[in-house]
């Protein structure tokens, strides 16, 4: 089992419906988790983290946390084409607040 | 200007070449990584530094040496480059304090080895 498991997709939704994106990891010792943004050939970007159970909301995203069945999901409302991008999941290793664990991403396309 | 730079942008080498990617910040953070990503797979940490007497291996630092010249600079080698060295690498930085503690990427220097 890999230690943070992501879907490759690709995930086709349409434009302005819901994306739902989903990560599960193996350390129950993780604390802390982000979702980055990854446009091809560019670097990854933060765009949400989340450190305790349950939901946190920033504009369009909303992070998803839930500790007990070790997963943490994404939600993007009223998806725009430029969301289309690969989504990576990362979770620090261990109670450790620096070294992260890499899921290998989902890759999103927004259809107009 | 960007807050993380990494020269060079591409680079392609040959097999027993050394050369070295630099990566420079101006956020100020005290902590700095090299990451390597290949297709398909998540980004893998190469070397990881503190500060400047501070440097750790990651998962994958066979085949790689860093320098950490300045709280600004962090520098990786690539002593003999061999083919399956061929990746997108990234750089990142953290200010260390933060709860939860967050990565900020530089650019990417892809580099292929012939």
């Known amino acids: 089992q890999k230690e943070v498991e992501q879907n490759s997709g690709p995930l086709s939704v349409p434009e302005g419906a819901i994306a739902s994106l989903n990560c599960t990891y193996s350390?129950?010792?993780?604390?802390?988790f982000f979702w980055y943004r990854q446009y091809s050939g560019k670097s990854p970007e933060l765009i949400m983290s989340?450190?305790s159970n349950g939901d946190k909301e920033d504009g369009r995203f909303t992070a998803q946390l839930n500790k007990a069945s070790q997963y943490v999901s994404l939600l993007i409302r009223d998806s725009q084409p430029s969301d289309s991008a690969t989504y990576l999941c990362?979770?620090?290793?261990?109670?450790?607040?620096?070294?992260?664990?890499w899921g290998a991403g989902t890759k999103l396309i927004i259809k107009p | 200007d960007a807050d993380v730079t990494q020269t060079p942008r591409n680079r392609i080498t040959k097999t027993g070449k050394r050369i070295m990617l630099e990566c420079s910040q101006t956020?100020?953070?005290?902590?700095m990584y090299w990451y390597r990503q290949d297709p398909g797979l998540g980004l893998q940490l190469i070397y990881y530094s503190f500060d400047v007497k501070d440097i750790n291996k990651g998962e994958i630092s066979d085949g790689y040496s860093v320098s950490r010249q300045a709280q600004a600079k962090f520098s990786l080698s690539l002593e003999s480059a061999i083919p399956n060295q061929t990746a997108l690498y990234f750089c990142a930085t953290s200010d260390g304090t933060a709860r939860p503690d967050t990565q900020y990427f530089g650019p990417g220097t892809r580099l292929t080895v012939l």
């Open positions: 990362a979770v620090n290793k261990g109670k450790s607040n620096y070294q992260l664990i």
């Open positions: 989340i450190y």
């Open positions: 956020k100020g953070h005290d902590r």
């Open positions: 350390d129950r010792g993780s604390q802390s």
